[in-house]
């Protein structure tokens, strides 16, 4: 089984895709939660936030501030992010997520390697970098008539390919490991604390890297889930940020009315981010922009 699966995905028999559908197999073989659990998120998706999402998945992908002028003519806005940024807010705005299925992956890649594309960002994040524009440069663009209403990414399809290749090197180097330490793992493989340790050392190392989370790395039966709720805000933390009362209370209301439906809890809570930025970026309050939104994302 091992042996075959290694063969079809070295020689491109069978797409990605199917040669996660097969390594269910061996992961339940070898009962491992860390590769039952890549599988599962490789063949259907990571969540929205996932703190285990590979770092092979993070494309850079730097996003440009678009102002619309009469006629139809576009322009980049270029934008400088404060210097205290925190280091998640600069992930984000330079780097994207790849978080779809490997299925979607492989057809987003396609035949191509040199079509670009772009992604248009949620509202509430370009207000966010609209907010960080500077004063004169805002009211440059209001005398022009100009209109700063998109945030983009350029994605080229290159990337797509690069997290499959990436992704099928792991994989393949996680089975060439597999069917190296235990030769007979189909026939006789025994679930003992040594096997097992091997086993995890062996697909953690390959799939993150000397910087694999601790909730993973500890063994097979250890599963952790990281929990991180919106309705554990500290309303007093945000009064610290200059945050208007009315506007605590509008959070406060958002997250009474989603109870009933927490999925769609995060985009109200960013579209709510974003006005909350313009209003103290309009106040002159740029360095609390930054706090606020590191704050909410711990959330999320």
């Known amino acids: 089984m091992i042996k075959q699966l290694i063969t079809d995905l070295a020689n ?3 797409t990605l895709s199917q040669a996660f559908l097969r390594s269910k197999l061996i992961a339940y073989k070898i009962n491992n939660d860390t590769f039952k659990n890549w599988i599962k998120k490789e063949s259907e998706g990571y969540d929205y936030n996932d703190p285990l999402l590979p770092p ?11 102002a619309q002028f009469a006629g139809g003519a576009e322009s980049i806005i270029p934008f400088k992010l404060p210097d205290d940024t925190p280091k998640e807010i600069l992930d984000t705005i330079y780097f994207h997520q790849i978080r779809e299925s490997l299925s979607i992956v492989e057809i987003q890649a396609g035949d191509k390697k040199t079509e670009n594309g772009r992604i248009t960002l949620p509202s509430a994040m370009m207000e966010m970098v609209k907010s960080t524009l500077p004063s004169n440069l805002k009211a440059q663009l209001r005398f022009s008539g100009a209109i700063v209403d998109k945030l983009e990414r350029k994605m080229n399809t290159v990337n797509y390919h690069d997290v499959i290749n990436q992704t099928k090197n ?4 996680i089975l060439l490991e597999l069917e190296s330490e235990f030769p007979n793992l189909e026939n006789d493989y025994i679930m003992n604390d040594s096997n097992n340790e091997k086993a995890n050392s062996i697909v953690t190392t390959n799939i993150y890297g000397g910087n694999a989370p601790v909730n993973i ?6 599963n ?6 919106i309705e554990n805000i500290d309303y007093e933390k945000l009064k610290s940020f200059d945050i208007e009362d009315k506007e605590i209370e509008d959070l406060k209301v958002i997250v009474e009315d989603s109870k ?14 974003g006005s909350v930025s313009s209003s103290l970026a309009a106040r002159g309050l740029y360095d609390k922009i930054p ?4 704050y909410i994302q711990t959330l999320l």
């Not at 792991?170 to 180097?173: A, G, I, R």
């Not at 790395?217 to 250890?222: E, L, M, P």
């Not at 952790?224 to 709720?229: C, G, K, M, N, R």
């Not at 009933?260 to 981010?273: E, H, M, R, T």
């Open 56 to 66: 092979y998945r993070k494309v850079y992908s730097e996003m440009q501030l678009i």
């Open 260 to 273: 009933q439906d927490k999925s769609k809890l995060p985009s109200k809570v960013l579209g709510w981010l």
């Open 170 to 173: 792991k994989l393949l180097d």
């Open 217 to 222: 790395a500890t063994g097979n039966n250890n």
């Open 224 to 229: 952790q889930t990281i929990t991180l709720s």
């Open 12 to 14: 491109d028999n069978i």
């Open 291 to 294: 706090q606020i939104t590191e």
